[in-house]
């Protein structure tokens, strides 16, 4: 390995393991990045990310469940960059999705789709910069019981580790309030 090419191998492997990740694809895709733009510019986005993760996490677009810290930081990333530099980064081709091998119309399918609508629904509140975090954590309390109640008269999965989010949620505010 040339000396460069071992400089960005440990610099992912210090950003990697402050995002705690240990997935190889993961830990090659940030040192692409490093070589890409920067050892500073990474940094500086894992940084962030730890920060954000530290101040309560960030949602999944469908909130069922939060980000993990490099999740964080592959969002903010992609945010980040042009849409040419995701392309070059991110190797779009590279990827096979998984396909649906269940036949078309099944009961499975139909439930599936019940409940991907049902959740989605439940839309996360942001409130503006000037409120409270102790408000957003209310809000956020208020929105997990209501998705607990739909996934449970559902019958769904993940029940349980809603719960803990909540939970955890609620103690942020116990400590905020007492």
Do not use: C
């Amino acid at each position: 390995m040339a000396k460069h090419q071992q400089s960005s191998h440990k610099q992912a492997k210090q950003i990697a393991k402050q995002l705690k990740e240990t997935d190889g694809s993961a830990i090659g895709l940030i040192r692409r990045i490093i070589t890409d733009l920067g050892f500073e510019k990474v940094k500086a986005w894992a940084d962030q990310a730890i920060k954000i993760e530290h101040n309560g996490g960030m949602w999944v677009e469908q909130e069922q469940r939060k980000r993990s810290t490099s999740g964080i930081f592959f969002y903010l990333l992609k945010q980040e960059l042009s849409p040419e530099a995701r392309k070059a980064i991110f190797r779009p081709g590279k990827r096979k999705k998984k396909r649906d091998t269940s036949p078309v119309g099944t009961e499975a399918q139909k439930q599936s789709a019940t409940n991907q609508h049902s959740t989605k629904s439940i839309q996360r509140t942001t409130l503006p910069k000037g409120a409270s975090k102790l408000d957003q954590l209310q809000i956020d309390a208020e929105t997990l019981r209501e998705r607990i109640a739909i996934m449970e008269s559902e019958g769904k999965k993940g029940v349980k580790m809603t719960k803990l989010l909540l939970a955890n949620t609620e103690k942020q505010i116990e400590k905020l309030t007492s």
